[in-house]
């Protein structure tokens, strides 16, 4: 199970700090990654982090701002926001998935998702 928690509502030029709980996985063994669904569009790929910590990617449209981390330890993936614009606003997923780089983007990677945290930024 994932649980997604932090969302609110911002403004423009601030920061918000989203967190997935994770339990009933071997959380360690998964990749994790967050995307993010703006109403009548598709769910879309924001950043992901390997196992124990490694390699992080993101979207160009997260890349500067966002910052993805794990803590192996409390079962947690975080994802920091910073800069937010009213852009960034959507509902974002956390997500659990055993994939492979080239498939990092794609929802269809992942096995077990979250309940969703809805992001407002406003201008």
């Known amino acids: 199970q994932l649980q997604a928690s932090g969302g609110g509502l911002v403004q423009a030029g601030g920061s918000l700090r989203l967190s997935c709980a994770v339990s009933?996985?071997?959380?360690?063994?998964?990749?994790m990654g967050w995307f993010r669904q703006a109403p009548g569009k598709e769910r879309d790929f924001v950043a992901t982090?390997?196992?124990?910590?490694?390699?992080?990617y993101y979207a160009d449209s997260a890349k500067g701002r966002f910052t993805i981390s794990r803590d192996n330890a409390k079962n947690m993936v975080i994802l920091q926001m910073n800069s937010l614009k009213p852009e960034d606003t959507a509902v974002y997923y956390c997500?659990?998935?055993?994939?492979?780089?080239?498939?990092?983007?794609?929802?269809?990677?992942?096995?077990?998702w979250g309940q969703g945290t809805l992001v407002t930024v406003s201008s």
């Open positions: 997500a659990a998935g055993t994939t492979i780089l080239s498939q990092i983007r794609y929802p269809s990677a992942y096995n077990y």
């Open positions: 982090i390997f196992r124990n910590g490694g390699r992080s």
């Open positions: 009933g996985l071997s959380f360690n063994n998964y990749v």
